[in-house]
């Protein structure tokens, strides 16, 4: 079966980093990705991995070790505006174009 | 980026009654939409997998017949909630890929169905 697990909540404060953690058992790979929702709207795109290693754009980077089945958002300078569902998925397989969707993590920055 | 387009945003109905859920792909030809129910709180569950010109794949667990989807051009899928019971309430969302070269998927802005 596909299996990816997230924490449910977080909470940090302003202006620090966060850590997400995002752990998949998948039939197969062809990338992982992370999205950001805010609640009543629909998810935005943040990042994409296919390759092990740490993916910066901006404030938000992301690592992806496809031998541990393993990545992590990282968040720096966290802002209010942050608070927010993050949600990993993952791309099982290249004969399909499915995404499975972890559960998502919540995260509240506190002033 | 890409744009695409959910309506309606929200709507309220009876029980029994039909809804029709519209996701068009404004600057863009999607071959493939796929489409998500939300409960609160919880991720995206994948519905099915709408196939322009062919019929659409559904998840395991998901009614074929109660869950329309239709995918007659390459910018418009529609999904219809046939006999609506108050079950089916949820945030269903429609996404798209722009193209194979292009991995991620764009959403539309969701419809909140309420059932009476």
């Known amino acids: 079966g596909q299996n990816i697990d997230q924490p449910t909540e977080m909470t940090a404060t302003e202006g620090a980093i966060v850590q997400i953690n995002c752990t998949y058992q998948?039939?197969?790979?062809?990338?992982l990705f992370w999205y950001q929702q805010h609640a009543g709207e629909a998810p935005t795109f943040l990042s994409y991995n296919v390759l092990d290693g740490l993916e910066e754009k901006g404030r938000f980077s992301s690592f992806l070790s496809r031998s541990k089945g393993y990545s992590y958002l990282l968040l720096k300078e966290l802002q209010m505006k942050d608070s927010a569902s993050y949600l990993c998925?993952?791309?099982?397989?290249?004969?399909?174009?499915?995404?499975?969707f972890g559960t998502g993590t919540r995260l509240k920055v506190l002033a | 980026g890409a744009v695409v387009s959910q309506h309606p945003s929200r709507v309220i109905c009876k029980s029994g009654t039909s809804v029709k859920i519209e996701c068009r792909s404004l600057?863009?030809?999607?071959?493939?939409m796929f489409w998500y129910r939300q409960f609160p709180k919880k991720s995206l569950m994948l519905m099915a997998t709408?196939?322009?010109?062919?019929?659409?794949?559904?998840e395991q667990g998901v009614e074929k017949d109660k869950f329309l989807i239709n995918h007659a051009s390459l910018t418009l899928s529609t999904l219809t909630v046939t006999s609506a019971h108050p079950e089916d309430s949820s945030f269903y969302i429609c996404?798209?890929?722009?193209?194979?070269?292009?991995?991620?998927?764009?959403f539309g802005s969701g419809t909140q169905l309420s059932v009476l």
């Open positions: 996404s798209a890929r722009v193209s194979r070269a292009d991995e991620k998927l764009f």
């Open positions: 600057d863009f030809q999607a071959t493939t």
């Open positions: 998925a993952v791309r099982p397989g290249s004969g399909t174009y499915k995404y499975i």
């Open positions: 998948t039939s197969g790979f062809n990338g």
């Open positions: 709408s196939n322009e010109g062919s019929k659409a794949t559904y």
